[in-house]
């Protein structure tokens, strides 16, 4: 079977796809707009170069005259808003019924299209030509039928995750925290100062990894104030040093919890790669990371989270294991596997 993939090769969830059905026996294609971070052992990688203007229809004139020579049997599409357009639009000006999957990954279908039209109708075109819409939990599901999504062409998709699976062989920081989220009130992250302060009070050799995100400057500022920046490292928010940084850290925490459908629900693809790069996690409550054995800790308690912290500290690392079979590898490549031969009507 010819499988086309189209995703972002700098990401270690579109690798993980891509080597696992190279192991199965399948030939397999990586089609990417972004530069090859990975070894990717026995895919082809097609990268597609990008243009402005005029250019965009040489872009697409170079698309569909790759995916017609390659072929495949299946189109898959990791990220609705970059690459799910791809099998769509192959479709609609090619007439080539070809089995066709689009993964949401959360953002996808949240704030960005709040307010722009002309993303909600890229979404209608897409969910309208492919056959099949994965979601990440129920919430996202809910989400893709109030975007116009046809409800029999959607499917939660499980995450699963492989410990240590980048293989960096990086050695975990001792007492290291990281987190990656913008300093915003929506995503309840602007006042981490009162978790920091009673995580180094509790280890004075404890270590925060931000990503330099929106509002880092005025949390930095408060830290200086209280000399505690020694306990900070500041990084960039490229795909490569995140993650490095995710390899490094021993404990990824999160504090966004929604309950509004058009900022997303569930964990977010950061966490599953902390759970590839063998991070423990300590996450706000919630049904979704029930999947997770993972700390977790009252959605906006301050002084909870820096427990949670503390305790997670003293936890052995099989603590990121997945253990509900639905997150089990091999259940879901079978799955995924058999859709691929069969279709999702079957």
């Known amino acids: 079977m010819k499988i086309l ?62 995916i017609r020579s390659i072929k495949p049997d299946v189109i898959h599409a990791h990220s609705l808003q970059t690459y799910g357009i791809i099998p769509a639009v192959f479709y609609k000006f090619t007439g080539k019924n070809i089995f066709s999957v689009v993964d949401c990954m959360g953002s996808d279908i949240g704030e960005t299209t709040q307010d722009k039209p002309e993303l909600k109708k890229k979404n209608n075109y897409i969910f309208r030509y492919v056959d099949l819409v994965t979601v990440k939990d129920r919430f996202a599901q809910a989400r893709v039928y109030e975007l116009g999504c046809n409800p029999q062409k959607t499917m939660i998709r499980p995450s699963f995750a492989e410990f240590n699976a980048l293989t960096l062989h990086t050695k975990k920081q001792k007492n290291s925290f990281i987190f990656l989220r913008r300093f915003e009130d929506k995503y309840k992250s602007t006042n981490l100062f009162e978790v920091i302060k009673k995580v180094v009070q509790a280890i004075p050799d404890a270590k925060f990894i931000f990503a330099k995100r929106y509002g880092w400057q005025s949390l930095y500022s ?125």
Not at 18 to 31: I, P, Q, T, W
Not at 268 to 296: H, Q, W
Not at 298 to 314: E, F, P, Q, V, Y
Request: glycine fraction near 6%.
């Open 5 to 66: 993939y189209c995703g972002s090769a700098k990401s270690v969830l579109v690798k993980q796809w891509c080597d696992e059905f190279v192991k199965r026996g399948h030939e397999v294609y990586l089609m990417t707009f972004h530069a090859v971070l990975h070894d990717f052992n026995g895919t082809k990688i097609i990268k597609v170069p990008t243009f402005n203007g005029l250019g965009r229809l040489i872009r697409w004139y170079k698309i569909i005259k790759a």
């Open 222 to 346: 408060i830290l200086t104030e209280h000399n505690l920046t020694s306990n900070i490292e500041l990084i960039e928010t490229d795909h490569a040093t995140i993650q490095k940084y995710l390899a490094k850290a021993n404990i990824y925490f999160d504090t966004f919890y929604s309950t509004n459908l058009v900022y997303g629900h569930g964990h977010g693809t950061t966490t599953i790669e902390a759970i590839f790069s063998g991070c423990k996690l300590v996450l706000p409550d919630r049904d979704e990371y029930n999947d997770f054995m993972c700390e977790t800790y009252k959605h906006g308690d301050m002084s909870d989270l820096a427990n949670a912290l503390i305790t997670t500290t003293k936890k052995r690392n099989d603590i990121i294991m997945i253990y509900n079979k639905k997150n089990n590898k091999k259940y879901i490549m079978d799955k995924f596997e058999k859709i691929y031969k069969q279709g999702w009507w079957k």
